[in-house]
């Protein structure tokens, strides 16, 4: 802990945000400190580019209509999407890419490529906005929204293998 609250002190006086230092050691297993530095500016690097800018907004407002339903519901909706139950295309086009975009990005990770995660998880922009674009969460179907957001749930978990989004701000 000592060596951890230090790192953080040290990322910020080189001028690395806290919130992106957080987001990063928010995440379990952080333990590698040459690793959670690469991976902070890369980090960084990733969120001052459209792309990042543009999906950081999109995982956020996942994250908060999660957030808020599952306190509502009092319930969680992580687990996979029902298949069966992708109603639209733009539901296909989003479960299909966080499998490709989750799976390139662990990839890359195992790799300790951290620029690579990014730019995996970049890939899930187009889809996330075409979600949010034509598909209403909130259906009034049960058994349609909960999958929705189960969809909303694989997006978190999904950047969950580089940072947690939640933690930054923007």
Same mark, same amino acid.
């Given at each position: 802990?000592?060596?951890?609250?230090?790192?953080?002190?040290h990322?910020? *006086? *080189? !001028?690395?945000?806290?919130? $992106?230092?957080?987001a990063?050691?928010?995440l %379990? &297993?952080q333990?590698?400190? @040459?690793?959670?530095v690469?991976?902070?500016e890369?980090l &960084?690097r990733f $969120?001052?580019? *459209?792309? !990042?800018?543009s $999906?950081?907004?999109?995982v956020k407002r #996942?994250?908060n209509?999660l957030?808020i339903?599952?306190k509502?519901?009092a319930t969680?909706?992580?687990g996979? @999407?029902?298949? &069966?139950? $992708? #109603?639209e295309? *733009?539901?296909?086009?989003l =479960?299909?890419a966080?499998a490709k975009?989750?799976a390139? =990005?662990e990839? @890359?990770?195992?790799?300790?490529?951290?620029e690579g995660?990014?730019?995996?998880? =970049?890939e899930?922009? %187009? %889809?996330?906005d075409?979600?949010f674009?034509k598909?209403?969460?909130n #259906?009034?179907d049960a @058994?349609l929204?909960?999958n929705r957001?189960?969809l909303?749930s694989?997006i978190?978990d999904a950047?969950?293998?580089?940072?947690?989004?939640?933690?930054? !701000? !923007?």
């Open positions: 802990a000592f060596f951890a609250d230090r790192l953080k002190v990322l910020r *006086e *080189e !001028g690395a945000r806290h919130d $992106l230092i957080d990063v050691f928010a %379990p &297993g333990d590698d400190l @040459a690793l959670i690469k991976r902070v890369a &960084g $969120l001052e580019t *459209e792309d !990042g800018a $999906l950081l907004a999109g #996942a994250a209509i957030r339903e599952e509502k519901d969680s909706y992580a996979a @999407a029902d298949p &069966g139950l $992708l #109603a295309a *733009e539901e296909k086009a =479960a299909a966080i975009v989750t390139d =990005a990839a @890359a990770i195992a790799v300790e490529n951290f995660a990014m730019r995996a998880l =970049a899930l922009r %187009p %889809p996330v075409a979600f674009d598909v209403t969460v #259906a009034p @058994a929204r909960q957001l189960r909303l694989a978190r950047t969950r293998t580089v940072a947690d989004f939640s933690r930054i !701000g !923007g």
